[in-house]
Structures are given as C-alpha cells and as structure tokens.
C-alpha cells in the first residue's frame, strides 16, 4: 500500500508542477489592441503573439496524456479573419475538454471582451475513425486580437509535431512536455530555424514504478522568438519538409516489468514489417498473374521486350483510383478483375506479373513530392506513401510505376521526384536509390512565318516534345476533344488562328511528340509606316516564378530540362528592319545553367534562335537570387522586339 500511494504522490507532484505550466486566458493586453501592424512584417495580415503547448499526463483522465493548447492572435484585417474559424481533429478515442475561447476589440480607449458561448461549439463525425471539433470566435473585426485554449485527451504514445511556423508571423511559440523515462522519444528539430529556448532534461526520481524503483521524467522545454511566416513559391517540395517544426518519433516503451518494446526498429526489422503489415501478404501471388497474363507475352524470349509488355499490359489493364498507397489494405486479386486500384494494388501486381515472368523484381518504397521527405536515421515506416517497382534486366536496372498511362517503360511519376526511394529485398539487404528522369524533357517549337502589308503572319508551327513534356501533352491530348483542343490553343493565343493540324507519334509512348499547325496570325492593324513585333510569339515567359527577397529552402525543380525557340521571319520587300533584339548568353553559377538568344538577319528574312536549359534539379537556397536574377533576364530578353519602318 505504502508503494501505491508513493507512487501517486510523486506523480501527482510531478503532474502538480508540469500541469503548472500551461499558459492562462486573459493576457491580452491594451498595447496589443492598438497595434497598427507588425514592425517585422508590415504585410502581414496577421501575428502570432503568443502560442504554447504542454504535455504531460493528467490523473482526472486515467493518466492519459493531456496535451494542453494556448493560442493568442492579432488580427490586422478581413483577409485573416479565417483564423477565428478553429477546427480540431480527433482521431478515435481522442477527445478535447476545456475549450475556451475570447475575442477582444478596442471600444474607445477601453478593452471588450465577447465569450465563445457553449452553444457554437459543434461536433461532426468524419467517416468511422475521425471526429472533427468546431467553433468560431465571435464578433471579430479588423483590429481584433483573439485568445482561445482546449485540451486534447490521447491514449495514445505518439506525441503531436509542434509547429514553430505557418504562414503568418509569429512573436513567440513555446512548447513544454514532461514524460515519464519509459517512453524514449528522438525529438528531432526540422526546418532552417533555430531554437531560443533548447532546455531539455531529466528529472530524478519524479516517479515510482513497482518492481523497478524510482524513476526519472525527460523534461522537453523549447522555444522561437520573432518567427518569420513560411512563404510559399513555385518549385518546391512540400512544405513539411521546410516548416520549422518539432517532431517526436517513439523509439521504444520499458515496461514496469521491465521488458523493452522498441518502435524505432532496424531497417531489416522494417523490411520484414513491410512485407506482412504493409503489403498486406500480396507479394506472392505471381501464380495468379501467371494465369492472367496472355501467353504470348509470358512466352516472349527476349527478357526486356517480355518486361515491356508486361508493363504496358497492366499498364492498360488497370484505371489508377487516384489513391495512394493506404499501407494495409492492397488486394490485389479484386483490384484485378475490377480493373481499377489504388497505388499499392496496380505496383503490386506489375511486381507478381514480372516475378511470374520469372524476371528479376523489387518493390521500392517512397514518399511523394506532397508527402515530405522521410528520414533515414531510423525506420519510420509511416513516412512513406507510395510504392513503385524495380526490375532488372541483363544487369540494367529499370524503374517502373504503372498507374500513368503516358509514361513509357523505365519513366516513374514526377510525383516520385522525391529524393531517395528504398529498394525492399526480401532475400537479401535492402538499399536506397535516388530516382531520376530516365530520358530528357525537352520541348522545341519551330516556327516558321511571312508577314504581308496587312498586319498577318501566315505559316506554320512544329512542337516537338519528349519527356516528361511529351507524357503531360499526351495525357491532355487524351481526354480532350481535337475541337476542345484547338479551341483552347486559340484562346491561349487570341490573336492566332489555326488552320490546319496534325499529330505525330501520340501513342507510341517511347518517341517524341510532334503537333503541326498551320496558322494566321493577326496584329490587329496594318503594317503602316512602322511597325513593333515581338517574335516571341508562343509560350514566351512573362513573370518570373521566384518573387522572394529571401528563399531558405532549396528550389526543386524535379527534372532538367530544356527548351528551345526557332523563327524564321520573312517580311515585305518594302519594309526596312530598324532593330532587333539583341543577342543574349547568361549562364547560371555552377554550371546551373543557361540562356542563348541570337538573332540574324539576310535580305528581308529574320532568324531567331532561344535556348533556355536548366540542367540540374535542385538548386540550394544559396543559389537563388542568381536563379531569380537569370528568369529576369531571359523576360527583358523575351520582351525585346523588331521595328520595321516601310521604305519610302
């Protein structure tokens, strides 16, 4: 008896002095009501003045964790006032208690408080595993600062990741936790953003645990001040990756009888985890697919021309649902006769499709571009999202993703672009990969144009595409009209009018994309005595991508790539060329890049020749104000005319 109550009073002395911590409505104060705006960041719509976390576990609730939350927010103007709009998911048998919530405005000179009352808070119940909490703040108004806390109850291990930043700015952002040493946690620290507050510690003999003694809690104290809001740009990965943010992983659990249950495994440990848990035991159904498969493509002598037709067999078979790999509930054999499935049941049968075509085979693990990039000091098999196949061939290795239907053999998603994937071997040591583009993205337009007296260009346009180019316009091709097309073509282009057009190549997957157009172009007037053209007629560059002062995470633009311009301009024999554009060669450091333009001129006959190539694809946070600077260039450059004046 003495041990019990020992125990629960050096539990609750511990659970007294964490549950202490928590932070307490009514801080607002008048100097926040009257700010203007914020000194850091005059744009903002909003700030963060204040934002804490605590952890701890909470005897009124059978020791659960509690997880109390605390949130103060001035408001500037209309377009934050969603932030009044609070949403809280609970997962299963998670519940939220002790939902208060304030909004304070400036009446005079004097501060006005308005209470959430009970009544606007509502529940609704999404699917059978998630409840969604609801509220909104009342009577907010431009100038507002509102304050609001809850309590999340969680039987669960697993502690919640604490945000640092979004996308508004914040003063300061604390998160405190306390938990008892059988729970050993890797905290890791992610984003660009350093911690003013890193105290984390140990607190001696804050519990007793019968059979083992005394034990000790990990005391987690962290915090940022003066955080920036995380801005958003063109070519980057997910967000996840680059928010500054804490996140705990559970390495492992020490029982009171002392057994140790680890959680963090050994990627070995991983692998087999995957095979049964994750694949859901539908990685040896190659007999079943032995009988699906026609044949002719099983009797197939040559190995590589035997894995293309397999490919392209599944790849036809099967309509992707759009779903991702869901970790558990492949089922490969339905997925087949319904010809439709998700990620993991359409890799999973190219994987037995191939292994029955007694080819070598593994299926590779991956996080997609969406998702965040996983870790690799420790298995964290939630991390990943997606699946895909490896085959080799003749000592070649070829990696294979049949949900796209325009992708050729060997060319995996852009979605997949996610640096290092994991090769699952089940009979031997698993690996990591990078995947990469199997064949170059380039895009070529030639045109070539007369121009007559009246202002109109007659002639022609070439589009050559391969890559990833060629995939994309083939999977439009696919689901538009050739009327819808062409309509779409035109109002992309308002001033052009195509008269004729034709298509090469568009179902063999493994060669370029070639569209011909004849058209009119229309410059809305005659020529008159002197005339301005921009000769960049089709998709020229008119704003640039990069905007930012400052960009601290890397741009991603997932695959090389080039694309080139070619004009040949006739114009009247009555007409004098004044100016053309000027010749331009920029190159990017580090061999990053570059841009040529180059014009020519013989009799009345203009060329002109633009190539841009971004030939790598990442470029580091360090490298960006010369990527924003070069895009700059090449649209002064783009922007650049020929002036005509008529020959008297």
């Known amino acids: 008896m003495k041990y019990f109550t020992l125990l629960f009073l050096l539990i609750s002395t511990s ?26 960041d005059s744009t903002a719509n909003a700030v963060v003045l204040y934002e804490h976390a605590n952890v701890y576990l909470d005897p009124n609730y059978d020791y659960n964790t509690r ?7 001035k408001i500037f103007n209309k377009a934050a006032f969603d932030l009044a709009n609070i949403t809280v998911n609970l997962y299963k048998e998670k519940r939220i208690t002790d939902i208060k919530a304030i909004t304070y405005n400036l009446v005079g000179n004097r501060m006005q408080k308005n209470y959430l009352p009970e009544a606007d808070i509502f529940e609704t119940k999404e699917g059978e595993d998630w409840v969604v909490k609801k509220f909104t703040l009342p009577n907010i108004q431009e100038g507002s600062v509102i304050e609001y806390k809850y309590s999340i109850i969680s039987p669960y291990s697993g502690i919640e990741d604490w945000e640092f930043q979004s996308d508004i700015p914040k003063i300061k952002s604390e998160f405190d936790a306390a938990i008892i040493g059988n729970y050993k946690y890797n905290v890791r620290l992610i984003g660009f953003l350093s911690l003013d507050k890193d105290k984390p510690s140990v607190k001696k003999n804050c519990v007793y645990i019968d059979g083992l003694g005394e034990g000790a809690c990990a005391i987690y104290s962290y915090g940022m001040n003066n955080i920036p809001a995380f801005k ?24 009171p009888k002392g057994s140790i249950k680890k959680y963090a495994t050994t990627w070995e440990q991983a692998d087999r985890t995957l095979k049964s848990q994750f694949f859901n035991n ?41 779903r991702f790999w869901n ?32 080819l070598k085979t593994n299926l590779v693990v991956l996080s997609t571009r969406n998702h965040g990039i996983p870790t ?24 294979l993703d049949a949900t796209e239907k325009f992708l050729p053999f060997g060319q995996v998603p852009v979605r997949t672009l996610n640096g290092e994937a994991r090769v699952i071997d089940f009979d031997d040591k698993s690996n990591w990969v990078t995947l990469k583009s199997k064949e170059s993205t380039t895009k070529t337009i030639t045109a070539k144009l007369i121009l007559n007296e009246d202002g109109e260009f007659n002639g022609s346009i070439i589009s050559r595409k391969t890559g990833y180019h060629a995939s994309n316009q083939r999977e439009k091709l696919a689901i538009t009209s050739k009327e819808n097309y062409l309509e ?37 007037e005659n020529l008159g005595k002197k005339a301005r053209i921009n000769p960049f007629f089709f998709e020229r560059l008119k704003t640039n991508p990069f905007k930012l002062k400052e960009r601290f995470y890397p741009v991603d633009f997932a695959y090389p790539r080039k694309s080139n311009y070619a004009l040949s301009l006739q114009i009247p ?41 971004i030939s790598k694809k990442i470029y580091s946070s360090e490298e960006y104000y010369a990527l924003k600077e070069f895009f700059k260039q090449i649209i002064i450059a783009e922007n650049s005319s020929i002036i005509l004046k008529k020959q008297a």
Do not use: C
């Not at 659970?15 to 009501?33: D, F, H």
């Not at 197939?300 to 790849?315: D, G, V």
């Not at 990620?343 to 292994?355: D, R």
């Not at 034709?502 to 009119?520: A, G, R, S, W």
């Open 376 to 399: 690799k000091l420790y298995p964290v098999i939630y991390d990943y999202n997606y699946v895909i196949v490896k085959a080799t061939i003749n000592g070649k290795d070829y990696y």
């Open 282 to 322: 539908q990685t040896s159904k190659k007999n079943y697919f032995k009988r699906r498969i026609p044949e002719d493509i099983l009797n197939t002598k040559n190995n590589l021309e035997r894995a293309q037709k397999i490919y392209t067999f599944i790849q036809n078979h099967y309509t992707w649902n759009q």
């Open 232 to 255: 958003e740009e063109d070519f980057m990965l997910s967000k996840k990756n680059f928010l500054s943010k804490l996140s705990f992983d559970l390495e492992s659990f020490t029982s």
């Open 327 to 358: 970790n558990e509930d492949a089922k490969v054999k339905e997925a087949f006769d319904d010809k439709t499935g998700d990620v993991a049941e359409i890799n999973l049968s190219l994987y037995n499709s191939l292994n029955a075509a007694d």
């Open 573 to 613: 024999k009555n007409y004098k060329i004044m100016q053309l554009p000027k010749d331009v060669a920029i190159a990017l450091p580090n061999n990053g890049g570059s841009f040529i333009l180059k014009t020519k001129q013989k009799n009345n006959f203009v060329t002109i020749y633009a190539r841009l190539n």
């Open 488 to 524: 779409e073509f035109e109002s992309e282009n308002p001033d052009l009018e195509v008269e004729d057009y034709k298509i090469k190549n568009e179902k063999e997957l493994n060669n370029p994309l070639q569209e011909m157009f004849k058209v009119k172009i229309f410059m809305n």
């Open 67 to 73: 997880t109390d939350y605390y949130y103060r927010i």
């Open 15 to 40: 659970i007294l002095a964490q549950k202490n911590k928590s932070s307490n409505m009514g801080q607002t104060s008048l100097e926040e009501l009257k700010m203007e705006l914020y000194s850091k």
